[in-house]
């Protein structure tokens, strides 16, 4: 998401990050290391942004515990005087209303930026202006499983549009999650080094841990 997306001064956005206790979610399959690394080196043109801070959740996280734990973090992060959450939400009706019915009366505002926007255009809006990133976790019922550890680049979009054209090419619906280790945004790239490639509570992951700088 590009900082101008954003209509308000980015240190009063909270930036939070849901991590399970134990065990692997079945959402997310980077190494914490390279998560806090590329979390930590988001930064274009002096951008200040507010302080980064973990949310932990048990594993498995039952809806009730999710939302206590975030209700308890946006409570916190209105304490220390952050005035909104941007969400990176494109089309999803439910999910951008279950965001709006969660945080209304909170005292925190929430964006939705980059809401509307076409998604075969933004895909490779990103890829053209230097994003890298890797796919992590492929939804073996929509999308094949080798598509897990591919890069998120030009060819790898001209083979959905090609061959899967029913998938949304930002993985919208959940087919797909990936990790963004460089681009514009970045004050440099995130080393990363893939890991195996394993299928576990009915997603594929390929693993990424934190790399040697080069």
Not at 81 to 95: N, P, Q, R, S
Not at 148 to 172: K, Q, S, T, Y
């Amino acid at each position: 998401m590009s900082s101008h997306a954003v209509p308000v001064d980015p240190r009063g956005i909270a930036r939070r990050i849901a991590v399970p206790r134990v065990g692997a979610s079945a959402l997310a399959t980077v190494g914490f290391a390279a998560l806090l690394a590329a979390a930590g080196l988001v930064g274009q043109g002096g951008l200040q942004l507010g302080p980064l801070t973990t949310v932990e959740i048990p594993y498995p996280c039952s809806n009730a515990e999710y939302e206590a734990a975030m209700g308890a973090a946006m409570e916190s992060a209105r304490q220390a005087g952050i005035e909104a959450v941007a969400f990176g939400d494109l089309f999803l009706e439910d999910v951008r209303r279950y965001r709006e019915d969660r945080l209304r009366g909170s005292g925190i505002t929430p964006l939705f930026p980059i809401w509307g926007t076409p998604t075969d255009v933004l895909a490779r809006d990103m890829v053209a202006a230097g994003l890298r990133a890797r796919l992590t976790c492929v939804d073996p019922r929509k999308l094949p499983a080798a598509f897990a550890g591919r890069d998120f680049d030009a060819v790898m979009l001209d083979d959905l549009a090609r061959l899967h054209p029913e998938i949304d090419p930002c993985g919208e619906r959940g087919e797909f999650h990936s990790f963004a280790y460089d681009g514009p945004m970045f004050a440099r790239s995130v080393p990363i080094r893939a890991g195996d490639v394993v299928e576990r509570d009915g997603f594929v992951f390929a693993d990424l841990t934190l790399g040697q700088s080069g």
